[in-house]
Every structure is written in C-alpha cells, then in structure tokens.
C-alpha cells in the first residue's frame, strides 16, 4: 500500500510527488481560519471550485501550502488579503502553527519567500496538531478593518 | 457570497478560452492569463467563496497589462478593474461542473471584490522563459528601436562571463579594424539552445514593450547589473577611467615602460569587472593577452552602460521581478 495520502491520484502525474521532497521535523506555519477545520487542511484538489473552470489538475494540487517562517507567513498572508479581500472565506486569517514530524510526510526545498508544499502520509491529521498563532487584520483604503 | 448587480448570462461571451499560465498561486490558482481563440487576453482574478462555490471575475485587458503586473510594474489595483479594456466584467460562480455567469458593469462591482494597492507575487514558473522591458519611445521612437540589439549584446556578455566562459576570443574589434559588430555577433551565436534570446513582440506606442524569449536566470542578471551600474555609478566611473587611461598609456608605450604597464593592466581588469558586477575577472583569464583582457572589460561596460542609459534617458523601464523571488 502507498505511504501517500492520495496515492491514486499522486499516480496520474508524472513525477508525483517529486523525488527531491524530504522529510522533515520542524514548526511549520499554516493559513487556517478560527476555529481550525478539517476544510483548512484540504489540498486544492479537494476544494470546491479552487480551480477556474477547464483548468487541469496538477501534481501540487494534492499538496499543502505552508511557510517555515511565521514572520514570512504573516508577510504572505497581508498580502494576500489586501489582493484578494474575501481570501479569509476560503483560507482563513489566522496564522497557524503546528510541528512537522517525519512520519508526517515530506516537503519541498521552502523558497525565498518562507513557503513550500507539504505532501501527507496516509493517516497524517495535522489539523489536530495546530495552534492560531497570529490574526492578520488588513484594514481597507478607508482605514477601516477589511 | 455578495449580491451582484448585473445581468444573467447563459455563457461567457468569449470562445475557446484557455490558460496561458498562473500569475499567482496559494493553494491553487489565484490570479491566471487566458487567451481567447481570437488572441485576446483575459484575466481570471479570485473574489469570493463559499462552503460550496467559487466565483471568479473575469476581465479583458491588454497584453501589457499582464506584462506589467508579472513584472512588477503595476500594482494588481491599477490593473483589476481599471485597465479592463470592456464596460463589463463577467462573474462566474463555479460549483460542482457548473457555472453561472453574470455580466456586470464596472461601475457596480463590489468594493470587496476590488483588489488593494500590492504587487502580484508571480511564480517562479511564470517568469521563466521570459522577460518584458517597457519603452516609451517619446520623441525618438528612432533610438528606442536600437534597444534590442544593445539587449541581445549585454545579454551575451552576461552569458559568456558566468555561463560560456570562452576558452578564446576571436573577431577582436581592435585588432582587424573592423567594428565591434562582428565580435558581439561572434559572442551571440556562441550562445547555446535554451539559453538563446529572441525578440518575441515589440509593441511600439507609448508605452509600450518588448517582450524576449531567454533564460530568465541571465535575463535577471542584466537587470540587477543594471541597477549595479546605477548604484555604484562613481566607483565603476573611476575604476573604467583608471583602465582607459592605463591601455592608452600601455598603446604609446616602449620597450620595458610598456612591460611594466602591461603587468598594472590585470589588477586594474579584476577591479573593472568585480565592481561591475562582471564576476571576478577569470572570464578574461584566458584573453590572449592582458592588454587583450583590458580592452575586453572596457568594452563590456560601454555596452552595459549603453543599454543603462535608454532607462536613465526615460525609454525603458526594467522590471522588478526576479526568479526566486516567488511565493
């Protein structure tokens, strides 16, 4: 049986996961939403309507976004929330904090900016494990709360 | 989710629309290029969801646009809605394999589904492969026109100083009295596939762009030495007086003077390079000569200087994204 929480659709992508993943143990950081559901641990391909219409799927999309850094997750989540003003419906906005083991999983090299994709194990259940951190308020162009 | 104002439609007036790539992700496509089968550019820019559906706006806009928001020269506020080239924009709320479309004027677009003033944060994916420089060709559309080739020269001299490293120089300028031409186009077909520039679209107007075909990794590094050549203008000025005014002593001199010059010229390359970013001059270790290293590092500076200046003179803008730089 395949280690990976969603082998048989891991199996319609080449490469997938990737070889060059690792395993890790280390605090992660996480957008999750107040209180912490399982809907915050879903990797898009489970997500209604995360993709555009006609869009394919993709070996990433059965992963999950996390940050290495909780200054670097906050940094990505204002962003995200002033670009996008509604991003706390479908990712919260709450950072999350939780611990990686590596029976967890494996994760990709983090880029510069702190962030990564996290492939689970069958029976990993991070969403027990994690802890809101830090609310990220974005006030809007009227200085008042988004 | 938000109640729209607008008008029902069955399906989204546009035909054949398909993804050209995502210009920015978190858990899936968040902002993304399509084109339609008639070649117009679309954006589709995430709004709203909820326990069931996801709405997207969808917008046309212009080809520049979407260069300039991957490039980081616009804002995603100064493009969603303002720069939608239509009266209207198109809601279409997914859920299961169905959608409904609503057409909606700009006017009557929800102030929560307008995006604030942050640059999008592009994939590392979508800028590969490529790079935009905007042109304002003012009153001198002339000038502009000679951007590309300047381009393709300093590109290649990034490539052979960090990639190709030539074990010899040949079609040297000074040495068969013919111009520089021949020596940069000897340096551009040295250039191996994967790594080869090309000119993609040149849109003429002001403002315009032109769009290149390259290794954005080098494509990169001609932008950072750009602003290097900006940063550390008078240290590079001094350093490229010292070396000018060394060759042309090292040119009259005789006999044991013009050894002893010739033994002064690769220290004072090495500065020239390092301090213009150049690496740190064992590039030209293998010139043939230190007077031949010399005159090399004095040439790649003019041309780098040459193609700063379009942007200090007011007709390019470089752009702002980097590879690595991607969420």
């Known amino acids: ?146 | 989710m938000l109640q729209l104002t607008g008008q029902s439609l069955t399906t989204l007036p546009v035909t054949g629309l398909t993804k050209v790539k995502d210009l920015e992700r978190h858990d899936g496509p968040l902002l993304s290029h399509f084109r339609s089968d008639r070649g117009s550019d679309y954006l589709y820019y995430w709004c709203d969801c909820d326990a069931k559906l996801a709405r997207w706006m969808v917008l046309r806009v212009e080809e520049q646009d979407i260069l300039r928001l991957i490039e980081r020269d616009r804002t995603l506020d100064e493009v969603i809605p303002s720069a939608c080239l239509d009266d209207v924009a198109y809601f279409v709320d997914v859920y299961n394999q169905r959608q409904t479309i609503t057409m909606v004027a700009l006017a009557d677009i929800p102030r929560e589904y307008r995006p604030g003033n942050e640059f999008v944060d592009v994939p590392d994916e979508a800028l590969a492969g490529e790079l935009a420089l905007f042109i304002n060709p003012k009153n001198d559309p002339g000038r502009v026109l000679g951007l590309p080739r300047i381009f393709f020269q300093v590109y290649a001299i990034i490539y052979a100083v960090f990639i190709d490293a030539p074990k010899k120089y040949t079609q040297i300028p000074w040495q068969h009295s013919f111009g520089g031409k021949r020596f940069y186009d000897w340096v551009q077909d040295r250039i191996a596939d994967g790594y080869k520039p090309g000119l993609e679209a040149f849109e003429f107007s002001s403002p315009g762009f032109a769009r290149f075909s390259l290794s954005r990794e080098v494509g990169d590094l001609v932008v950072r030495l750009m602003e290097n050549l900006e940063n550390k203008a008078r240290i590079i000025g001094s350093r490229y007086g010292r070396l000018e005014r060394l060759v042309a002593r090292f040119e009259k001199a005789k006999g044991d003077r013009g050894k002893e010059i010739e033994n002064a010229l690769p220290s004072a390359t090495t500065d020239l390079m390092q301090v213009a970013g150049l690496g740190d001059g064992t590039a030209l270790s293998h010139a043939a000569s230190p007077y031949e290293g010399a005159k090399l590092a004095l040439s790649f500076v003019r041309r780098m200087r040459k193609l700063r200046k379009f942007e200090t003179d007011g007709f390019v803008t470089f752009p702002q994204s980097f590879l690595g730089d991607d969420q």
């Open chain 1, 1 to 146: 049986m395949s280690k990976w929480k969603y082998a048989k659709s891991l199996g319609d992508h080449d490469d997938c996961p990737p070889k060059s993943l690792r395993k890790v143990n280390m605090a992660a950081y996480r957008f999750v939403g107040n209180p912490i559901a399982e809907g915050h641990f879903l990797p898009t391909a489970h997500v209604p309507g995360a993709r555009q219409p006609g869009d394919v799927l993709r070996c990433t999309d059965y992963s999950l976004s996390m940050f290495n850094d909780k200054a670097k997750a906050l940094a990505a989540l204002t962003r995200l929330l002033t670009k996008y003003r509604q991003i706390a419906n479908r990712m919260g906005s709450w950072i999350g904090k939780l611990h990686i083991r590596e029976d967890d999983g494996e994760a990709s090299k983090p880029s510069r900016s702190g962030h990564f994709e996290f492939f689970e194990y069958e029976g990993c259940n991070l969403q027990s494990r994690t802890k809101l951190a830090q609310e990220v308020i974005v006030a809007d162009d009227d200085g008042d709360e988004a």
